[in-house]
């Protein structure tokens, strides 16, 4: 079954989506992961010049061990062997490899660079340098007119693709969760009931 076919409000649809963390990362986002922090996050993540109260947030977020480590896997997913069915996850799983061979590689980079750059950026909030002159710099990340057009392409696929998008992307996922409210025994009892009869 495509994904195309499934809709929203089907009982299995949440079993799927659910399954995406196991039950304690559930626990840690929604003990961790407020929109605040997220922001906050968000706001570190692409080199912005944080508030006093973002750097208290990212401060406080950081002494977190298991969140920062939490976070270092949704930016960076390595192959899990024990994730669940449908739930394999790698930051080169995407490349297109029936593409041209030059394109491939021109992809690769700039999935290297974004993980070079959260590698870095990571790193760093761990250390509690918050202000770093990075080795990477979002700002560079741009067209250029000096610049080859190749190195143009990898910049900003890197900035667009693999940095803004993925941070945009898995930062909803994780807000979601947090959102998500838990169903009680009895709405589970219930939905149980109804999935068999159908």
């Given at each position: 079954m495509s994904n195309?076919?499934?809709?929203?409000?089907?009982?299995?649809?949440?079993?799927?989506i659910?399954?995406k963390y196991t039950?304690?990362q559930?626990?840690?986002?929604k003990?961790?992961?407020?929109e605040?922090?997220?922001?906050?996050i968000r706001?570190?993540?692409?080199?912005?010049k944080?508030?006093?109260?973002e750097?208290?947030?990212?401060k406080?977020?950081?002494?977190?061990?298991?969140?920062?480590?939490?976070?270092?896997?949704?930016?960076?997913?390595?192959?899990?062997?024990d994730?669940?069915?449908?739930n394999?996850?790698?930051?080169?799983?995407?490349?297109?490899l029936?593409?041209?061979?030059e394109?491939?590689n021109?992809d690769?980079e700039?999935?290297?660079?974004?993980i070079?750059?959260?590698?870095?950026?990571?790193?760093?909030?761990?250390?509690?340098?918050?202000d770093?002159?990075?080795k990477?710099?979002?700002?560079?990340?741009?067209?250029n007119?000096?610049n080859?057009?190749?190195?143009?392409y990898?910049?900003?696929?890197t900035r667009?693709?693999?940095?803004?998008?993925?941070?945009?992307?898995?930062?909803?996922?994780?807000?979601?969760?947090?959102?998500l409210?838990e169903?009680?025994?009895?709405?589970?009892?219930?939905?149980?009931?109804?999935?068999?009869v159908e």
């Amino acid at each position: 079954m495509s994904n195309q076919n499934i809709q929203p409000n089907e009982p299995h649809v949440k079993t799927r989506i659910a399954r995406k963390y196991t039950d304690d990362q559930i626990g840690l986002i929604k003990a961790t992961f407020n929109e605040h922090t997220l922001m906050a996050i968000r706001k570190y993540l692409l080199q912005a010049k944080l508030n006093d109260d973002e750097k208290d947030i990212v401060k406080q977020f950081n002494e977190k061990k298991e969140a920062v480590n939490f976070l270092r896997n949704v930016l960076i997913p390595k192959l899990n062997p024990d994730a669940p069915i449908d739930n394999l996850h790698d930051i080169f799983g995407g490349v297109d490899l029936n593409a041209n061979v030059e394109y491939v590689n021109y992809d690769m980079e700039a999935r290297q660079i974004s993980i070079d750059y959260f590698t870095e950026l990571l790193n760093l909030m761990e250390l509690k340098e918050f202000d770093a002159d990075y080795k990477i710099k979002m700002a560079e990340l741009v067209y250029n007119r000096k610049n080859k057009p190749i190195e143009n392409y990898i910049n900003l696929r890197t900035r667009n693709i693999y940095i803004i998008q993925h941070i945009e992307f898995q930062l909803k996922q994780i807000l979601y969760f947090y959102e998500l409210e838990e169903e009680t025994e009895e709405q589970i009892k219930e939905r149980e009931q109804k999935d068999s009869v159908e």
